[in-house]
């Protein structure tokens, strides 16, 4: 079959395909921020963020990508002269440490850090020894899907422990929300941060900051620090008139809302099961293939496995591009663990079946096999169908 | 005639309104961000932002407001314990200030003020004296076209003093760049930011930040400060790849690409005299309707008046947009002066022509005589046509 035959199907975790419905809004004419269009539309997006975060209190919508988001969670709400916990095991957890080293000279912040091994989770009973031994802990940051090792952490059992203490929460939700069960105030996360190009269908260009009352408090308890576009007082007193501070990105704010709206037809609870049952079955399909998954403790939204000896990482990718128009992402490297050219990653989330699924994981075992992995032909469809 | 048949026009000064060409392009499925494909689009992007801004130094694609990129300069480019020199005479000369005072205790800064009637530019020669009473100053922030007082200032005169001193000059751009006559490279402007939803006729999502010679050098000898997202230094090293750091607003790159494609089919001078040419119609179209200018140093992009004795601003604007389809901006407050409610505002730059332009002008002076000022029926549109 011709190259030009093929369509493009988006596996990546982030950006994730975009529904026809969502790219159709934002080719809409253009329409102005300050008028009561727009905020009809904003308050649409707002309502339905709360439930997709089971929360009652407000997510701020910021411009930005997911680490905007996160980072202005960081400034804003850390006290100046504390600790904060943070925990890694990968790529974004690693981030997080790096966003405090930047600014704990300025901030006089001591950082005590758990580093876990990149695909494991972080065990909570270390978190609470930290907690115990450290007293002054200001902030804890945790990820909930660790996007890099397709790893999920227990942040239902950390909340407990940091609600217990005058530790906030931080969950970088990036790849969970929306994609995997998560109660922002049945759990006690006191802020949950998302992205607009993951599980929640859009372009890149948004992040979203959902506020528990503890933070809240937090925010008028600390002095705001050296930030200005990052400071989430300003979003969260513009929130509340129902507004934002700085020109939003409107045409990606009337997507989502359209997105958000998809979400809620289906149902969030439905959404969480079928990502978990596409995320099931791609595990099973790649076991089955013989691959061994890169995380012990895996995450629905992303699935990743090791190579096996002799596949080359570009040339598989590519080939998996060209021939059949499926594109999935490799590794990363990080202070953890060097895993460029060691692994590959599928996505689950977002805009994704179970056909997407079953195209990706016959296009995967085609491609190894051609690699010359020894592979029973067709046991990867036929495992992940006995799933779906 | 029924309102459903009244189409919109925004002549409102950001956003602005979007060709169908870029909206069309922002509405094909979306592509990863780490592809030859993708990476072609960004290089495009890049080199026509270069064009430009008449620059051969990189110009850096930020996701975020026109906000987030002049404080990422802000932030990034001054010396820990030196002095800043701020210029406002509006709205966001005073944020460009708010931003330095937020950021002064963490890093010893000292902030010189001139402050301008709103309305007004300033006199170089009070930046000379400023520059010489002052030595240490490492950075001076100056707003080219100020959107909130429609005030242009002179930045050529500006930077040839900056040039000859060890400060280095950020120019807010963002109404003025694909708008109005600059030369980045030939004045001699260290750091040059514009937005998206401006001139470039793309939706609010993106900053562009353009570094001369001596930002490159600054950001080489000033250590990083307590920033990560918006740290400069990440933005260029991830430029010189061809690429950006964090995951981009890509469906907004992709229409930038059109745009900015669009802007060069024109002409880069044959839009600025289109721009110039709206403006000087516009503003003989309002003093014939017997309207004081709300600016003594016009720009080109966006024109003022004040509301003559008698005219509700709320009821005027909603009979602009609701009887014409017009859309237009009221005024603002800040601390040097309180605008709202006193004047209005219509943009020039962008996608907007001379058929735009008087239909604005036409429903702006019916409005008015409806609202009871004596004008002589037709004025406006005769004036305006007699000069495009």
Redesign the interface.
Known sequence: MSAASIK?R?L?P?????PDAV??E??????????AEFKAVFKRVSDALQRLYRTSGPVLTI??????AF?AAQ?SLVRPGSKVLTIAGGKFGERWQ??YD??AP??NIEQIRINVPWGEAVDPAAVEHALRQNPGISVVTLVHSETSTATASDVRAVAELTRASDALLLVDGATSGGAMPGEMDAWGIDVLVT?S?KALML???LGFVGLGERAIERLSQVK????????LRRWLKSWKDGDVP???????IRGQAVALKMIEDEGLDNVWSRVRTLADASRAAFEAMGLTLISKSPSDSVSGAYYPEGVDDTAFRKALRENHGI?I?GGQDGRGAKWKGRIFRISHMGYVDAQDTLAGLSAIEAELRHAGVAIEPGIAEATARALL
Chains 1, 2 share one sequence.
């Open positions: 493009q988006l990546t982030g950006p994730t395909a975009v790219l159709r934002m080719a809409l004419p253009i329409i102005h921020h300050r008028t411009a930005g990508s997911g680490t905007t980072e400034v790096d966003i930047q600014y300025y901030l992205g190009q372009p890149p260009g705001a620090g050296p930030c200005y576009n990052l400071d700085f020109t939003p990105p409107v045409s990606l594109h992402t």
